[in-house]
């Protein structure tokens, strides 16, 4: 695919539309005085957290806080690399928008059922002769990803020094400041998040002109919630509230509204 991203749906399967105006009518449950603070940890991974804190994690807090009374959901920052051992220390309680094989697998979690779905995908800069068959084979490229991401390319293996010898990869803080590179020259390819890219995008439409995005996925990963084990909440209890929430609209409402789904 070249030139503006499509218009259809980002992600690979989308929730059903069951109501067009899915939050009217609603009422937030009252939080109880005796609700349960549940610390989120969060981290900048766009859109799910920006810059400031903000982001989709923070919109479906809210949304969770509104929908029960029994805990109070709230964000603590902390950061992708740092993320596990401010877990297993108790720094925070459960973690959203997380996959368990992005160095989970032996920790201390169990996992909610999967309630969304992303990719990742490369660009390119857009230009004469350059086509889908460039993202075809990744050899001899230079490529920017993000640091304490995990990328399949690279075998999930995050560590900087390792992913710059081995794929000719070197790690940033910011998706935005590795797409204007790839424009640029300064890199032949940029991994970032599908969802990410496509609101960006939608926001610089000269910039989306530029810009050769791969139909490759380098991973196509389904979103869980993680708690840590011991934590005053399941993920039995999490999955059922994920369940009304999906069922009554307000999850895919929500979605949509984030600029996810199309």
């Known amino acids: 695919m070249s030139g503006p991203i499509s218009r259809r749906t980002v992600l690979g399967t989308a929730l059903p539309l069951l109501c067009t105006l899915p939050l009217l009518g609603f009422r937030p449950a009252p939080a109880r005085a005796s609700a349960t603070v549940i610390q989120v940890g969060a981290y900048e991974f766009p859109p799910y957290v920006d810059e400031t804190g903000g982001g989709v994690t923070r919109d479906l807090l809210e949304l969770l806080?509104?929908?029960q009374g029994d805990f109070r959901f709230e964000t603590v920052r902390?950061?992708?690399q740092r993320r596990y051992e401010d877990?297993?220390?108790?720094?925070f309680d459960m973690i959203a928008f997380e996959c368990r094989n992005w160095g989970w697998q032996d920790r201390p979690v169990d996992a909610t059922r999967p309630f969304l779905r992303d990719a990742e995908v490369f660009i390119a800069r857009a230009a004469p002769g350059i086509d889908q068959r460039y993202f075809e084979d990744l050899g001899g490229k230079t490529i920017l990803g993000r640091l304490g991401y995990h990328y399949a390319f690279a075998g999930f293996d995050a560590d900087p020094k390792r992913l710059e010898q081995r794929y000719r990869t070197r790690v940033?803080?910011?998706h935005e400041g590795n797409v204007r590179s790839v424009v640029a020259g300064r890199a032949d390819l940029a991994i970032v998040t599908r969802?990410?890219?496509?609101?960006?995008?939608?926001?610089?439409?000269?910039?989306?002109?530029?810009?050769?995005v791969s139909d490759r996925t380098d991973q196509i990963y389904e979103h869980t919630i993680l708690i840590r084990q011991g934590a005053a909440l399941t993920t039995g209890w999490l999955d059922g509230l994920l369940d009304r929430l999906e069922t009554e609209g307000r999850l895919e409402a929500l979605w949509r509204r984030s600029g996810i789904l199309s």
């Open 78 to 80: 902390t950061a992708p």
């Open 172 to 174: 940033t803080v910011t």
């Open 195 to 212: 969802s990410f890219l496509t609101r960006f995008l939608q926001r610089e439409p000269e910039l989306a002109r530029q810009v050769l």
């Open 87 to 91: 877990l297993e220390q108790g720094r």
């Open 65 to 67: 806080n509104g929908a």
